[in-house]
């Protein structure tokens, strides 16, 4: 089972992106997804989750900007960013837990990163 994240790259101040993480192998469930951020030089830090229930949370540097939804029949979880500012330049990664049967111990997997970077 693995994460694969897409949709980073290069954009202007301002400007939007959208950032995809899709669950691919088998799996029974997959329980709440987060997306991370780890800028140059500094340490990975939330940025964003949404619960199999739909309840989502962000970081303070996000709120208003980004939002957080997942498609459970693709297993995919998605990110949308507005308003991008350089502060934003990072790579992104996305995590989750995930169950491959019924009665298995949840794990956590992460993807391998998708780097965004915002000029000014």
């Known amino acids: 089972v693995q994460l694969q994240a897409s949709g980073g790259g290069v954009v202007q101040a301002g400007g939007s992106l959208r950032l995809s993480c899709i669950v691919s192998?088998?799996?029974?469930?997959?329980?709440?997804m987060r997306w991370y951020r780890e800028a140059p030089g500094k340490a990975r830090d939330f940025v964003a989750s949404?619960?199999?229930?739909?309840?989502?949370n962000y970081a303070d540097s996000g709120k208003g900007r980004f939002t957080i939804s997942r498609d459970d029949i693709e297993n995919t979880v998605y990110l949308q960013m507005n308003r991008l500012k350089p502060e934003d330049t990072a790579v992104y990664y996305c995590?989750?837990?995930?169950?491959?049967?019924?009665?298995?111990?949840?794990?956590?997997?992460w993807g391998q990163g998708t780097l965004v970077t915002v000029s000014s």
């Open positions: 995590q989750t837990d995930i169950s491959t049967h019924i009665g298995a111990q949840p794990y956590v997997i």
């Open positions: 192998g088998r799996v029974f469930l997959v329980n709440t």
């Open positions: 949404i619960s199999t229930s739909g309840t989502t």
